[in-house]
């Protein structure tokens, strides 16, 4: 099994997870002024990590500076242990369309392109406020290779923006031209996105439920997670957005992320 961490959220001999394509800092110890910030904003403090662009949490999502010193907005809820949850910054302006890019050293490997072809087809299929289209560079969502020990991760909205860059260890992903290698890329592809544009993971109370392991609350009691309105208030085995995902797993957006999607934009 495979973390999706940066959200898309720890490789072991058995278990990655999807981490930035940013260094970490190995001899910097995160202040307590830093865990406190993160806490506010509602996120995990038991596992965070400097690195270029500001500090790595659950696994695969990148808390910026800025990010850090806003204002944390919304309430925090919890109603049971996995829903749907969104961040209080999500992309405005809608509609809109966001158009994504693969670095030449991802889209020069097998499956790679078709892949976030297929991420901009399943985001479309849900005629929501946001449309999706690749183009050859420059995108709004930049997809860029990195090297280390996780599948891949992203950041959070910011400015009414979706955030603008996806790292992917290939290397730990691999590559194909199969369509359950496709669909299994996608959907880490599609779940890194989703950070991009303002979604928690929806296992967010308990990892244990797709990561395996004890039961680990990723967040704080009070700030930092919204339940999307309609999503369950149980166990959702197959939604697109829990933290971790299983070699070769396809998961294409479920009813719950449909009505999630739908809520939000």
């Keep these: 099994m495979r973390k999706m961490l940066a959200i898309c959220a720890l490789i072991t001999l058995t278990i990655m997870g999807c981490k930035k394509d940013v260094a970490v800092v190995e001899d910097e110890s995160i202040s307590q002024d830093i865990l406190a910030q993160v806490h506010q904003h509602g996120f995990g403090t038991s596992d965070v990590k400097k690195v270029e662009e500001?500090?790595?949490?659950?696994?695969?999502i990148i808390l910026t500076p800025e990010f850090l010193n806003s204002k944390p907005g919304g309430n925090f809820l919890r109603i049971a242990n996995e829903e749907q949850y969104?961040?209080?910054?999500?992309?405005?302006?809608?509609?809109r369309n966001i158009t994504m890019s693969l670095h030449s050293k991802l889209s020069s490997q097998a499956g790679y392109s078709q892949?976030?072809?297929?991420?901009?087809?399943?985001?479309?299929?849900?005629?929501?406020?946001?449309?999706?289209?690749?183009?050859?560079?420059g995108g709004t969502i930049?997809?860029?290779?990195?090297?280390?020990?996780?599948?891949a991760s992203a950041g959070f909205?910011?400015?009414?923006?979706?955030?603008?860059?996806?790292?992917?260890?290939s290397r730990n992903i691999g590559k194909g031209t199969t369509p359950t290698f496709i669909n299994y890329l996608?959907?880490?592809?599609?779940?890194?996105?989703?950070?991009?544009?303002?979604?928690?993971?929806?296992?967010?109370?308990?990892?244990?439920?797709?990561?395996?392991?004890?039961?680990?609350?990723e967040g704080a009691s009070t700030v930092g997670a919204v339940h999307i309105a309609g999503t369950p208030t149980g166990p959702d085995a197959g939604s697109f957005m829990l933290a971790c995902i299983g070699s070769g797993q396809n998961r294409p957006f479920n009813t719950n992320d449909k009505i999630a999607l739908d809520v939000l934009y």
């Design 54 to 60: 500001g500090y790595l949490v659950e696994g695969d």
């Design 86 to 95: 969104r961040t209080t910054n999500l992309v405005t302006g809608t509609p």
């Design 115 to 137: 892949a976030l072809q297929e991420v901009a087809d399943r985001y479309n299929a849900e005629t929501i406020g946001l449309t999706f289209s690749v183009v050859a560079s």
């Design 142 to 151: 930049q997809f860029v290779n990195g090297n280390g020990p996780y599948l």
């Design 157 to 169: 909205p910011s400015g009414g923006n979706p955030y603008n860059k996806v790292t992917v260890y």
């Design 186 to 217: 996608a959907t880490i592809l599609a779940h890194e996105v989703g950070h991009c544009i303002g979604f928690r993971h929806t296992d967010y109370m308990n990892r244990a439920y797709s990561c395996g392991g004890s039961a680990t609350n």
